[in-house]
């Protein structure tokens, strides 16, 4: 059974920082991309990064880049999300996510295995 389980998610003032990992098991995900998505309150779920297969493309939404970086480990099955300079408006559970295929990539229907999400909390 394909397992994601997000965390390092908080409470952070604005400019902070926070590192959120997600680890996946049940499978080898060294083949595929991965992403991360948020949904804030009253919000649809958004695009945030992904990252090919190898981790040698990224890819990310206008509002996080320069701010939010991705990587991932492969022997360890595990995605990073790398977050600085918060702010109020990236206030939002954060939801890692198995692509379907090696590249990078921005739609949902693009992936198919997500995790239960990580809230972060950005005060101003």
């Known amino acids: 059974q394909v397992q994601l389980v997000e965390s390092g998610g908080g409470l952070v003032q604005a400019g902070g920082s926070l590192r959120l990992s997600c680890a996946a098991s049940?499978?080898?995900?060294?083949?595929?991309?991965m992403g991360w998505f948020r949904q804030a309150p009253g919000k649809e779920r958004e695009f945030v990064a992904a990252?090919?297969?190898?981790?040698?493309?990224?890819y990310y939404a206008e509002s996080v880049k320069g701010r939010f970086t991705i990587s991932r480990d492969n022997a360890k099955n595990t995605v990073y999300l790398q977050m600085s300079s918060l702010k109020p408006e990236d206030t939002a559970v954060y939801y890692c996510?198995?692509?379907?295929?090696?590249?990078?990539?921005?739609?949902?229907?693009?992936?198919?295995?997500w995790g239960q999400g990580t809230q972060v909390t950005v005060s101003s």
């Open positions: 990252i090919s297969w190898s981790g040698a493309n990224t």
């Open positions: 996510n198995v692509g379907r295929g090696r590249s990078t990539a921005s739609m949902q229907y693009e992936y198919d295995y």
């Open positions: 049940g499978r080898t995900f060294s083949s595929y991309a």
